[in-house]
T-cell receptor, first 117, second 111 residues
Framework: DTEVTQTPKHLVMGMTNKKSLKCEQH?????MYWYKQKAKKPPELMFV???????INESVPSRFSPECPNSSLLNLHLHALQPEDSALYLC????????????????FGPGTRLTVT | SQQGEEDPQALSIQEGENATMNCSYK?????LQWYRQNSGRGLVHLIL?????REKHSGRLRVTLDTSKKSSSLLITASRAADTASYFC???????????FGTGTRLKVLA
């Protein structure tokens, strides 16, 4: 199974709501990622988890809160978002993080289209 | 700032023609990867080329890497309508874990 799943596919939320995005993979990958992608732009890295520990936080505002409850699951908790946070949120996984000997290909989920009203 | 800049930003060709897109980057890298993204969907990994490789083939794809010029190109031969998508290069700078994606090339293949 080489699939990364994301739920929900679409999410509309108000600025005072709290919601969560979910990502799951069953490939035994030990690195998982959250990206944000605006229309016609490349994905921008938000967070990286390695062995369920947060390795990279790209100075993301605290209204985005990641969580990795186990090696297969990655959540992104959303609270008090702004309209400019509307975007496609992509989850990805890779076999591991390898810093000096290269890196692995990433497997992406289909994304959650988030609209903040 | 963006690690990779791609050109052209958009490319429109007829089915059966070849498509070439280029990626430039700024720092030393361990490898460079190319991904495809169909409209509004997740990215799909196409090919990875290591810093000590100069050329790599996978089916109708040919990737070159010139580390002295900090650039890479992706050639898609005999294009098909199904190749219509955005194509991104991605690099991981030496000594980091971070994937940085290029600005992307939007390819349209006309049937």
């Amino acid at each position: 199974d080489t699939e990364v799943t994301q739920t929900p596919k679409h999410l509309v939320m108000g600025m005072t709501n709290k919601k969560s995005l979910k990502c799951e993979q069953h490939m035994g990958h030990r690195a998982m990622y959250w990206y944000k992608q605006k229309a016609k732009k490349p994905p921008e890295l938000m967070f990286v988890y390695s062995y369920e520990k947060l390795s990279i936080n790209e100075s993301v505002p605290s209204r985005f809160s990641p969580e990795c409850p186990n090696s297969s699951l990655l959540n992104l908790h959303l609270h008090a978002l702004q309209p400019e946070d509307s975007a496609l949120y992509l989850c990805a996984s890779s076999q591991a993080l390898v810093r000096d000997r290269g890196s692995y290909e990433q497997y992406f989920g289909p994304g959650t289209r988030l609209t903040v009203t | 700032s963006q690690q990779g800049e791609e050109d052209p930003q958009a490319l429109s060709i007829q089915e059966g023609e070849n498509a070439t897109m280029n990626c430039s980057y700024k720092t030393s890298i361990n490898n460079l990867q190319w991904y495809r993204q169909n409209s509004g969907r997740g990215l799909v990994h196409l090919i990875l080329i290591r810093s000590n490789e100069r050329e790599k083939h996978s089916g109708r794809l040919r990737v070159t890497l010139d580390t002295s010029k900090k650039s890479s190109s992706l050639l898609i031969t005999a294009s098909r309508a199904a190749d219509t998508a955005s194509y991104f290069c991605a690099t991981v700078s030496s000594g980091t874990y971070k994937y940085i994606f290029g600005t992307g090339t939007r390819l349209k293949v006309l049937a």
